[in-house]
């Protein structure tokens, strides 16, 4: 990097006296690289193979001219590639880079005062013909400087440029315009600017982070299941031979990432029992997150679910079903996890020489110990704690759910996610951290690939339109990809206790659309299983959390049919495969949401309109001028509705809208541009 502020301060006249001063010859100003996360402090996110736009604010004094160039390079890479940047208007600079494979990569921005621009800028606002030749000498000068640096086939050309236009500039014979032509040939300056003059050129302070992560980082579609709930009987414990059975179905309904809860041995000390009893019978089989026995910790099988042969098996056939197995990363310990005894350090111990288990006054989880992250061995436990990541990274496993993140310490995450991703690129960590939004945010920035949020509890239009504002904008789209679940095994939000088919088609559509990253808890989200645990409670009844669960195989209600359809066409239309470009529409009824959504071409366009009243038929009129979704001013085109296979014309900048929710509670449109007309029919060829 270069310093730009000399070694010696400069002096001045009066007395000599030292004042550190930058050095005067260098006058471009970079005042702001964008985007950049906390001044460089994280990086910014992004997809190997996907544009990444920079801006520049750059200057100088007076009227001269700046060059800016856009550097990058990978981390294990010594030299910069370099980019020209490109003028928008009030000092505003732009270029743009695609990282070419997942990684970590760093960005920063270099300006000059380009002393051969400056000259061809005067040049062309000169007209006084002794100005004009004057001017011309001076550029020959500035372009046998850029000869001088130049090489080859250059060098030549350019200063056989310089020495013509000194010649004829200094014949007092010469015609003016042939002159400044002469001056100003665009196919001469492109070579003099191959070889500027970047002796006084600065460059940003800051080398700014970027990690691109793979596509399934930032556009995926979960579907959570407990192994054990997948039995062929009532009271069968499921094994990952039957999840097997399940890959076709799950897989039909369009689901890419197949997420399961802890799949560890679990504790048998402080079992829970049913809907959280604090008493177990003995064929209580105990929550997941309880890790650790006799049998081993977080780096073993719960023996009931197979071997490790056997869940390798399953990610191998999940693989071919277009699946990846995500797991649950749950740093915390049964009582009789292994690590209690090896290591009673790593824990937090009461007077009563008992150790704290972890609680959430007035909740308490009497069969969970958390880690000490402040222990004297906390290098000891983080490496360990790596280490289980790094062996689930060996079963071949590439994304993982973090339970509770923001209960462990942040220095943690930033080292572990540093350490795993500079090894492995492609792996993914889902934090699933329901707490304040600044907590989450910096979750984000230490290196979460995505995050859940706050959806579950955004139900009124204000809510929605407020929150996905806030997600799909500057400054946090540039760190925070959010992942929308309308529910989990934790969260069964009173809407859903009712029940009611349009409010789970609903808040599918809003999830799978608004979001470019979305899951569900199945079956009990297909199904609708929608009774809580008592009056008021977020729970659900007979929790899977602390019990096997039996489901027949058909369900004729069952919603699997309508989210396959609203999961291919999140397949197919690549505007909802990101989440920057949302904007919302204004809609004249508030129990009616309208967004729209693009592709970076903006050759995909599509418009969703979701009825929030799962009761009554809602009717608006939506805005929608043409001219935003590339349709020219009063000209018609075809609003496609993907659920619904209809086809409506629209023209001008307001269409009326009408929902019934006991059919389909929603319109997905795809915009197509061109309206059919008579030249379509046979006979008119």
């Given at each position: 990097?270069?310093?730009?502020?000399?070694?010696?301060?400069?002096?001045?006249?009066?007395g000599?006296?030292?004042?550190?001063?930058?050095?005067?010859?260098?006058?471009?100003?970079?005042?702001?690289?964008?985007?950049?996360?906390?001044?460089?402090?994280?990086?910014?996110?992004?997809?190997?193979?996907?544009?990444?736009?920079?801006?520049?604010?750059?200057?100088?004094?007076?009227h001269d001219?700046?060059?800016?160039?856009?550097?990058?390079?990978?981390?294990?890479?010594?030299?910069?590639?370099?980019?020209?940047?490109?003028?928008?208007?009030?000092?505003?600079?732009?270029?743009?880079?695609?990282?070419?494979?997942?990684?970590?990569?760093?960005?920063?921005?270099?300006?000059?005062?380009?002393?051969?621009?400056?000259?061809?800028?005067?040049m062309?606002?000169?007209?006084?013909?002794?100005?004009?030749?004057?001017?011309?000498?001076?550029?020959?000068?500035?372009?046998?400087?850029?000869?001088?640096?130049?090489?080859?086939?250059?060098?030549?050309?350019?200063?056989?440029?310089?020495?013509?236009?000194?010649?004829?500039?200094?014949?007092?014979?010469?015609?003016?315009?042939?002159?400044?032509?002469?001056?100003?040939?665009?196919?001469?300056?492109?070579?003099?600017?191959?070889?500027?003059?970047?002796?006084?050129?600065?460059?940003?302070?800051?080398?700014l982070?970027?990690?691109?992560?793979?596509?399934?980082?930032?556009?995926?579609?979960?579907?959570?299941?407990?192994?054990?709930?997948?039995?062929?009987?009532?009271?069968?414990?499921?094994?990952?031979?039957?999840?097997?059975?399940?890959?076709?179905?799950?897989?039909?309904?369009?689901?890419?990432?197949?997420?399961?809860?802890?799949?560890?041995?679990?504790?048998?000390?402080?079992?829970?029992?049913?809907?959280?009893?604090?008493?177990?019978?003995?064929?209580?089989?105990?929550?997941?997150?309880?890790?650790?026995?006799?049998?081993?910790?977080?780096?073993?099988?719960?023996?009931?679910?197979?071997?490790?042969e056997?869940?390798?098996?399953?990610?191998?056939?999940?693989?071919?079903?277009?699946?990846?197995?995500?797991?649950?990363?749950a740093?915390?310990?049964?009582p009789?996890?292994?690590?209690?005894?090896?290591?009673?350090?790593?824990f937090?111990?009461?007077?009563?020489?008992?150790?704290?288990?972890?609680?959430?006054?007035?909740?308490?989880?009497?069969?969970?110990?958390?880690?000490?992250?402040?222990?004297?061995?906390?290098?000891?436990?983080?490496?360990e704690?790596?280490?289980?990541?790094?062996?689930?990274?060996?079963?071949?496993?590439?994304?993982?759910?973090?339970?509770?993140?923001?209960?462990?310490?942040?220095?943690?995450w930033?080292?572990?996610?540093?350490?795993?991703?500079?090894?492995?690129?492609?792996?993914?960590?889902?934090?699933?951290?329901?707490?304040?939004?600044?907590?989450?945010?910096?979750?984000?920035?230490?290196?979460?690939?995505?995050?859940?949020?706050?959806?579950?509890?955004?139900?009124?239009?204000?809510?929605?339109?407020?929150?996905?504002?806030?997600?799909?904008?500057?400054?946090?789209?540039?760190?925070?990809?959010?992942?929308?679940?309308?529910n989990?095994?934790?969260?069964?939000?009173?809407?859903?206790?009712?029940?009611?088919?349009?409010?789970?088609?609903?808040?599918?559509?809003?999830?799978?659309?608004?979001?470019?990253?979305?899951?569900?808890?199945?079956?009990?989200?297909?199904?609708?299983?929608?009774?809580?645990?008592s009056?008021g409670?977020?729970e659900?009844l007979?929790?899977?959390?602390?019990?096997?669960?039996?489901?027949?195989?058909?369900?004729p209600?069952?919603?699997?049919?309508?989210?396959?359809?609203?999961?291919?066409i999140?397949?197919?239309?690549?505007?909802?495969?990101?989440?920057?470009?949302?904007?919302?529409?204004?809609?004249?009824?508030?129990?009616?949401?309208?967004?729209?959504?693009?592709?970076?071409?903006?050759?995909?366009?599509?418009?969703?309109?979701?009825?929030?009243?799962?009761?009554?038929?809602?009717?608006?009129w939506?805005?929608?001028?043409?001219?935003?979704?590339?349709?020219?001013?009063?000209?018609?085109f075809?609003?496609?509705?993907?659920?619904?296979?209809?086809?409506?014309?629209?023209?001008?900048?307001?269409?009326?809208?009408?929902?019934?929710?006991?059919?389909?509670?929603?319109?997905?449109?795809?915009?197509?541009?061109?309206?059919?007309?008579?030249?379509?029919?046979?006979?008119?060829?």
């Open positions: 990097m270069k310093n730009i502020f000399s070694n010696k301060p400069a002096a001045v006249a009066n000599g006296i030292d004042i550190g001063v930058p050095d005067g010859a260098v006058r471009a100003v970079i005042d702001a690289v964008l985007p950049n996360v906390d001044h460089g402090r994280f990086p910014v996110k992004c997809v190997a193979g996907e544009r990444v736009p920079v801006r520049a604010h750059c200057f100088t004094d007076g001219v700046v060059r800016v160039q856009l550097c990058w390079r990978a981390n294990e890479q010594k030299d910069f590639r370099e980019v020209p940047m490109r003028a928008l208007g009030n000092d505003v600079w732009e270029a743009a880079f695609s990282p070419p494979s997942p990684g970590r990569y760093v960005y920063t921005v270099v300006a000059w005062v380009d002393p051969f621009e400056s000259w061809r800028s005067e062309t606002r000169r007209v006084d013909p002794d100005d004009v030749r004057i001017a011309a000498q001076i550029g020959a000068l500035e372009i046998a400087a850029a000869a001088a640096r130049a090489e080859g086939a250059d060098r030549v050309a350019l200063q056989r440029w310089a020495t013509e236009l000194d010649a004829v500039a200094a014949s007092p014979g010469s015609d003016m315009v042939s002159l400044k032509a002469l001056a100003l040939d665009d196919e001469y300056a492109e070579l003099a600017r191959r070889h500027p003059d970047r002796q006084h050129a600065v460059r940003h302070p800051v080398e982070p970027l990690v691109a992560d793979r596509e399934r980082a930032r556009f995926s579609t979960w579907y959570e299941l407990f192994p054990r709930s997948t039995g062929p009987a009532p009271g069968v414990h499921g094994t990952f031979k039957d999840v097997e059975a399940r890959l076709p179905a799950i897989a039909a309904m369009g689901f890419d990432v197949l997420y399961f809860p802890p799949i560890h041995p679990i504790g048998r000390e402080q079992r829970k029992g049913p809907n959280n009893a604090l008493q177990a019978g003995p064929d209580d089989v105990g929550s997941p997150w309880a890790i650790g026995a006799a049998e081993g910790g977080h780096t073993a099988i719960l023996p009931a679910l197979g071997t490790p056997d869940f390798r098996h399953l990610v191998a056939r999940a693989t071919e079903h277009g699946l990846e197995i995500a797991l649950d990363i740093f915390q310990c049964a009789d996890h292994p690590y209690v005894k090896a290591h009673p350090g790593w937090r111990w009461r007077p009563d020489g008992t150790v704290q288990y972890a609680e959430n006054p007035p909740k308490k989880y009497q069969d969970i110990y958390p880690f000490n992250f402040e222990c004297e061995d906390w290098r000891g436990l983080w490496a704690l790596k280490r289980v990541i790094d062996h689930w990274i060996g079963e071949g496993v590439r994304i993982f759910r973090v339970d509770n993140p923001h209960t462990k310490a942040f220095p943690f930033e080292w572990v996610i540093g350490e795993v991703k500079r090894a492995h690129p492609d792996v993914i960590f889902l934090a699933e951290a329901f707490t304040r939004p600044k907590v989450m945010h910096r979750l984000a920035k230490l290196g979460f690939s995505q995050s859940y949020t706050y959806f579950t509890w955004r139900n009124t239009k204000e809510e929605l339109q407020a929150y996905f504002t806030e997600l799909s904008t500057e400054p946090g789209i540039d760190y925070f990809r959010p992942n929308a679940w309308p989990t095994p934790d969260i069964l939000h009173e809407q859903l206790q009712t029940g009611e088919p349009a409010v789970y088609m609903s808040r599918l559509v809003l999830a799978a659309t608004l979001a470019a990253n979305y899951g569900i808890y199945g079956p009990a989200y297909e199904r609708r299983e929608h009774l809580p645990r009056a409670s977020e659900y007979d929790s899977e959390k602390y019990q096997l669960r039996h489901r027949p195989a058909d369900d209600d069952s919603l699997e049919p309508f989210i396959a359809q609203v999961n291919r999140r397949r197919e239309n690549p505007a909802l495969q990101r989440d920057r470009g949302l904007r919302f529409l204004h809609i004249d009824n508030d129990q009616l949401l309208a967004y729209a959504k693009a592709s970076p071409d903006g050759e995909n366009v599509i418009v969703t309109v979701v009825n929030l009243d799962p009761h009554h038929v809602q009717t608006g939506v805005g929608l001028e043409p001219a935003s979704v590339g349709v020219k001013d009063g000209q018609a075809q609003m496609h509705d993907l659920l619904s296979n209809q086809r409506f014309t629209w023209q001008g900048d307001w269409h009326y809208i009408r929902l019934d929710p006991r059919s389909v509670p929603a319109h997905i449109f795809v915009v197509r541009r061109r309206h059919g007309d008579e030249r379509d029919f046979d006979y008119f060829l």
